[in-house]
């Protein structure tokens, strides 16, 4: 085993994704991960790549447009290198309306969206019929159509990203020693680390729960109702996701919170009442302090660096993320949004 120009510690999504980025800029990578490739929430079952509503726009909203849009020629190529499907699809999302007052903002945001998404994607508002016999309860009889969101399989994404990485030279090993710059991609375990290091808490895990379903229908858009997503994937699976808990026991255990889960998306969909259950699915998930992604060099280790904290966005925001990373490991270019910054989930120095 040679030297690498860069080893990154961690095999999910984040770990990956910044891997392939830095191979496409000439360098050669080195993945260690004693667990193997998308062993923790990246190797999840949901796959959302769902966008913020188009309204009181900021930074981080046109950094996820901007990856978003990435994503439809980004995750086509990683299949077309790797050989391996990612389940990649933009195919839009349906969000049922339940009131007046939400339909009203629904209808400003239609407008919104022509300017802030640069005529690159729409969110319409739609009568329940068009969308046939895929469309979720809805009291007002009205749908959002948005054409920005997009679905992934978490764990095919990762094995496509894998085997993308390992075609090109690099490898993906579950030890070894440490050479050239070092990234740490590590996830909640990472989040954990450096937080018992400086005596401070810079994120935590939360845990999710989903459920897999056999059901056929893989050109379909994805549903978001009741804040359940709804997302047919390309293989004849359908998964429900996802429960949000902060405090917890059994990190990769489902309970009852899975099956009022389940109960909740038949009650939107009455037609995934007979559907066959494939696999319940638990894991935890990466939160940063901010709730934004960590990117940057860690303060405490002069030329290390962190790329950690996705949560519930970072398959949708990880391409243009892992571009951003490898400016600056690379090339010395800080071009890190200031909410992704490091040291803002850092503890404020004292003014003494």
Avoid at 263 to 273: E, G, H, T
């Amino acid at each position: 085993m040679g030297s690498a120009d860069i080893t990154i510690y961690g095999a999910g999504a984040f770990g990956l994704s910044a891997a392939y980025e830095a191979q496409t800029r000439g360098a050669k990578v080195r993945i260690i991960d004693p667990n193997g490739v998308g062993f923790g929430s990246s190797g999840g079952i949901v796959g959302a790549l769902a966008p913020h509503t188009p309204e009181r726009w900021e930074p981080a909203k046109e950094f996820q447009l901007e990856s978003l849009l990435m994503s439809r020629t980004h995750w086509p190529h990683i299949e077309q290198v790797s050989g391996v499907s990612t389940g990649y699809g933009n195919l839009g999302r349906l969000q049922a309306i339940p009131n007046d007052h939400q339909l009203e903002l629904a209808h400003l945001r239609t407008g919104a969206a022509k300017t802030l998404w640069k005529g690159l994607a729409e969110w319409r508002v739609v009568p329940v019929s068009d969308a046939q016999n895929w469309a979720p309860q809805s009291p007002t009889g009205w749908l959002v159509h948005d054409t920005l969101s997009a679905r992934i399989n978490p764990a095919r994404a990762c094995a496509a990203l894998a085997e993308a990485i390992i075609r090109q030279g690099g490898e993906i090993v579950t030890d070894a020693a440490p050479s050239g710059k070092i990234v740490h991609a590590t996830g909640v375990w990472g989040l954990e680390e450096m937080s018992a290091r400086i005596k401070h808490e810079v994120g935590n895990g939360v845990k999710g729960q989903a459920i897999l379903l056999e059901y056929d229908l893989p050109n379909a858009p994805q549903i978001f109702t009741g804040g359940i997503h709804i997302i047919p994937h390309h293989d004849g699976t359908l998964a429900i996701g996802s429960t949000s808990e902060r405090y917890y026991d059994a990190p990769q255990d489902t309970d009852a919170l899975a099956d009022d889960l389940l109960a909740r998306a038949i009650k939107a969909m009455p037609q995934l009442a007979h559907a066959r259950v494939l696999k319940r699915w638990a894991g935890v998930r990466p939160r940063a302090a901010t709730r934004a992604p960590m990117v940057g060099e860690d303060p405490y280790r002069r030329g290390e660096f962190v790329f950690n904290g996705g949560f519930k966005i970072g398959f949708g925001i990880v391409p243009l993320a892992a571009q951003k990373l490898m400016d600056l490991v690379l090339e010395d270019r800080d071009t890190i949004p200031e909410d992704f910054k490091v040291e803002r989930s850092l503890p404020t120095p004292s003014a003494d």
